[in-house]
């Protein structure tokens, strides 16, 4: 009869240990994101930072600034001494390229 009170207690350890797991899953991170969700955001971010690695040198540096450090095009005219209409054309091909390698990578 003593197995079987051991077995109950150890269900019932197992049941209480997965319970505070799906319990610290479920807490949400400083910035209100779900653990899950911000683990799934840092690896979206890493993809796309190491994506820009690979692109040329000039559209690195304008995907970089637009894409990471949140620059507006006038500010990454300013910073690249660019005009502002290159800016733009740049961001939207590196758009372009970096799209197409997210599809590329989850196929």
């Known amino acids: 009869m003593s197995y079987l009170v051991i077995i109950v207690r150890g269900i019932a350890l197992n049941m209480v240990s997965k319970s505070n797991m799906q319990a610290e899953l479920d807490e949400e991170t400083p910035d209100g994101l779900s653990v899950e969700d911000s683990v799934l955001s840092e690896l979206a971010y890493e993809e796309i930072v190491e994506n820009i690695k690979a ?8 995907a970089y600034l637009s894409f990471v450090e949140n620059c507006s095009a006038g500010e990454i005219s300013e910073l690249l001494d660019m005009k502002i209409n290159t800016v733009h054309s740049s961001i939207s091909r590196a758009r372009k390229i970096l799209s197409r390698k997210h599809t590329e990578n989850n196929q």
């Open 55 to 62: 692109l040329s040198p000039a559209l690195r540096d304008i």
